[in-house]
């Protein structure tokens, strides 16, 4: 098909950002900041290579993942502790804030909630910026790694340690329920310490190899009582291979700290959106 003669003018409109975040509740960073000076740890899970564990953290809570072995990148899900229909929204995060999360951004939850969950006040990585190819660390775009497209791109092949099944089977281990009950509630997820981007020529998701380097670490501030979890992704780095027993594969540290108990006067956990859901007429 030919392109019309306004084809150049066309593709020179302006863009238009969709949510422009000026009006959007921001975290109280610097109440954050004062608050870790006096945290203590109360809980850590180690979650295996090629595996996903549940851990949780009490709002008013601190946790932090942490490569501690060797460079590793993470697929964490997220769900309200008290109500797991309430769960991390990794598609309006991405329309929030961007494609890639680091510190002062959030993690937001799904409809009819969408409040923030928990808030990034730490990252050893945030010094990667976008590199020459496009590529950023933390990203909200990949949805994770599962049996499915496995199965659709290998004709057939069984993989169960893809981390779309690893979260679901430590879901269905945590709550004690069947994982097929479990599976519905596994979702799209943050891509900790994940490098990814997209091609410029043809729009296709890409990965590179991380960063991460042992000692790195994200961490958050949960907003509210929060049921995570953390799968130990198979790609190891994803410098090669996106699910595989092939390439190397590292543990990450979970780690909960708890503030002082005066430290947060005057924080109280977000409302659910004040929406009134009536549609309209």
Not at 105 to 119: E, G, I, K, N, Y
Not at 221 to 238: H, M, Q
Not at 258 to 276: M, Q, R, V
Request: proline residues 8%.
């Amino acid at each position: 098909m030919s392109e019309p003669k306004d084809a150049d003018a066309r593709r020179a409109v302006k863009p238009v950002i969709c949510y422009p975040v000026e009006t959007l509740p921001a975290p109280d960073m610097a109440l954050y900041t004062r608050a870790r000076d006096s945290l203590s740890k109360v809980d850590e899970v180690l979650v295996p290579a090629r595996d996903a564990r549940c851990f949780s953290v009490p709002r008013g809570h601190f946790f932090r993942i942490t490569s501690v072995e060797g460079a590793q990148v993470g697929d964490l899900n997220l769900h309200n502790a008290q109500d797991v229909s309430e769960r991390f929204y990794s598609g309006k995060t991405r329309a929030l804030h961007g494609t890639h999360l680091t510190t002062g951004q959030r993690m937001w939850s799904s409809f009819p909630h969408l409040r923030p969950m928990a808030t990034i006040t730490q990252d050893t990585l945030g010094w990667y910026g976008i590199d020459p190819f496009g590529g950023s660390v933390h990203d909200v775009i990949g949805t994770r790694c599962d049996p499915y497209t496995h199965a659709l791109l290998s004709d057939g092949g069984q993989y169960h340690h893809c981390c779309h099944s690893n979260l679901t089977r430590a879901l269905s281990d945590h709550l004690g329920v069947s994982r097929a009950e479990a599976e519905p509630l596994v979702h799209d997820v943050l891509n900790v310490f994940m490098c990814t981007g997209f091609t410029r020529d043809t729009g296709q998701y890409f990965m590179k190899a991380s960063p991460v380097r042992p000692g790195d670490f994200i961490e958050f501030f949960a907003e509210i009582d929060l049921l995570g979890n953390l799968s130990a992704c198979p790609g190891g780095d994803c410098s090669s291979e996106h699910s595989s027993d092939a390439a190397p594969c590292h543990p990450l540290l979970v780690e909960v700290f708890k503030p002082a108990p005066k430290a947060l006067a005057g924080w109280n956990p977000p409302a659910a959106n004040s929406y009134d859901r009536t549609h309209g007429p």
